[in-house]
């Protein structure tokens, strides 16, 4: 019962954290244009997020007592290992996105079962690790940053492979 318990805060803390993996910035800020300027602007939907800003940041969590192992030093090097890689991972959605799968099911007007998968795949080089800090006693937060010139190019590789693979 406790082990199903730790699963699901981590699982609540992933989803949640998802939200604040985002720093937002004004298109102007980065554009060097005034704000009363940037302002007549119109804005577009089809801009994406990473054009907007400089850098994109992505912020990872991992639980230290979940980890497998029986050293306590070695269950903390491995939580920061395991939030590095869901930095990586949130890094990841926001280059390339998210693919999602659902699948829902009513009967009588009731909803049944209610199911989504959510995948991301792609490559991140180039992320700068900003910070590793323990938070509370049992869990690590990792922060890394990309600079969107490396987003650009991680992009444009991602295109010639999919064209690669039409071939």
């Given at each position: 019962?406790?082990?199903?318990?730790v699963?699901?805060a981590?699982?609540?803390?992933l989803f949640?954290?998802?939200?604040?993996a985002?720093?937002?910035?004004?298109v102007?800020?980065h554009?060097?244009?005034?704000?009363?300027e940037?302002?007549?602007?119109?804005?577009?939907m089809?801009?994406?997020?990473?054009?907007?800003?400089?850098?994109?940041?992505?912020?990872?969590?991992?639980?230290?007592?979940?980890q497998?192992?029986?050293?306590?030093?070695?269950?903390?090097?491995?939580?920061?290992?395991?939030?590095?890689l869901?930095?990586?991972?949130?890094?990841t959605e926001?280059?390339?996105?998210?693919?999602?799968?659902?699948?829902?099911?009513v009967?009588?007007?009731?909803?049944?079962?209610?199911?989504?998968r959510?995948?991301?795949e792609?490559?991140?080089?180039?992320?700068?690790l900003?910070?590793?800090?323990?938070?509370g006693?049992?869990?690590?937060?990792?922060?890394?940053?990309?600079d969107?010139?490396?987003?650009?190019?991680?992009?444009?590789l991602?295109?010639?492979?999919?064209?690669?693979?039409?071939r």
């Open positions: 019962m406790k082990r199903i318990t699963w699901t981590l699982a609540v803390t949640l954290s998802g939200c604040s985002f720093k937002f910035q004004h102007h800020e554009q060097g244009l005034p704000a009363s940037a302002d007549n602007k119109p804005a577009t089809i801009t994406p997020m990473t054009e907007k800003r400089e850098t994109l940041m992505a912020t990872g969590y991992a639980v230290i007592s979940i497998n192992h029986r050293n306590p030093a070695q269950q903390r090097l491995l939580a920061i290992r395991a939030s590095k869901d930095a990586y991972r949130a890094l926001q280059v390339y996105g998210q693919q999602l799968d659902a699948s829902t099911t009967a009588d007007m009731t909803v049944m079962s209610d199911t989504f959510a995948r991301v792609g490559v991140i080089f180039g992320a700068v900003v910070s590793i800090t323990p938070v006693d049992d869990t690590y937060e990792t922060t890394m940053s990309l969107r010139g490396v987003v650009n190019d991680l992009r444009t991602y295109i010639a492979s999919l064209n690669n693979k039409r």
